[in-house]
């Protein structure tokens, strides 16, 4: 059974960087035909797909935040990570890393639990 | 504002049914393929409907999808207490190259 683990900072502070770690068990991010991904949902935008990571070292962002995103890998931990720089309070979010399939890419099949980022001082 | 747009709520009594719809435009739903998401609160989305109208296992078959040009429906039939939730629609917008999700439709049943 695939399981998701998201953790990181709770707090962050404005103009800082933001970072999330996915922990993957019963799956290898390094094993083709799935993409890893990030998805964050506010109050005020809901959903919102942030990127996604494909062990080729392929990335594709959501053009909205491009600038500022960055989703990397660490093979030998079985994780994935997600940056975004220069944070406001519009990034305050829970924040999901999720699965889809190679043959079926955008639909979400494995979800982590969520973990709730706020942008304060 | 969500580019797909979902009704806030829906409500109707245990063994009716209840259909959401989700409205979008050429560059989502008129050419890709709409996901569809329950999410109960405090929980992750968990996925409903995808490749057009196919269920994940343990889905039940009283949740079917369909669309028609730019407009995409899920009808959940003989409605529970356990149905409610809020229900999103997914798709890739072409124009925006990024995945778009509907504002979340709130599922009540009285």
């Known amino acids: 059974q695939v399981r998701l683990q998201e953790s990181g900072p709770g707090l962050v502070k404005p103009s800082e960087t933001l970072s999330l770690t996915c922990t993957v068990s019963?799956?290898?991010?390094?094993?083709?035909?799935?993409?890893w991904n990030w998805i964050r949902q506010t109050p005020g935008k809901g959903l919102e797909w942030v990127g996604s990571?494909?062990?080729?070292?392929?990335?594709n962002y959501n053009p909205s935040l491009k600038s500022r995103v960055s989703i990397s890998v660490d093979t030998s931990k079985n994780q994935f990570f997600l940056r975004l720089s220069s944070v406001t309070a519009a990034d305050t979010a829970l924040y999901f890393c999720a699965r889809d399939d190679f043959s079926e890419p955008y639909t979400f099949h494995v979800w982590g639990q969520g973990t709730m980022v706020v942008v304060s001082a | 504002q969500s580019v797909l747009t979902q009704s806030p709520s829906a409500s109707e009594t245990p063994g009716q049914t209840v259909t959401i719809s989700c409205s979008g435009s050429s560059s989502n739903i008129g050419k890709n393929t709409v996901t569809w998401y329950q999410q109960v609160p405090g929980t992750a989305p968990k996925l409903l409907i995808h490749?057009?109208?196919q269920r994940p296992s343990g889905v039940s078959d009283r949740f079917s999808a369909s669309k028609s040009g730019t407009s995409a429906s899920l009808a959940i039939s003989g409605l529970q207490s356990e149905d409610e939730a809020d229900y999103y629609c997914a798709a890739w917008d072409d124009s925006l190259n990024a995945l778009i999700f509907g504002g979340g439709t709130k599922v009540n049943v009285l």
């Open positions: 490749n057009y109208n």
């Open positions: 019963g799956a290898s991010v390094k094993s083709g035909g799935y993409y």
């Open positions: 990571f494909y062990y080729s070292e392929t990335t």
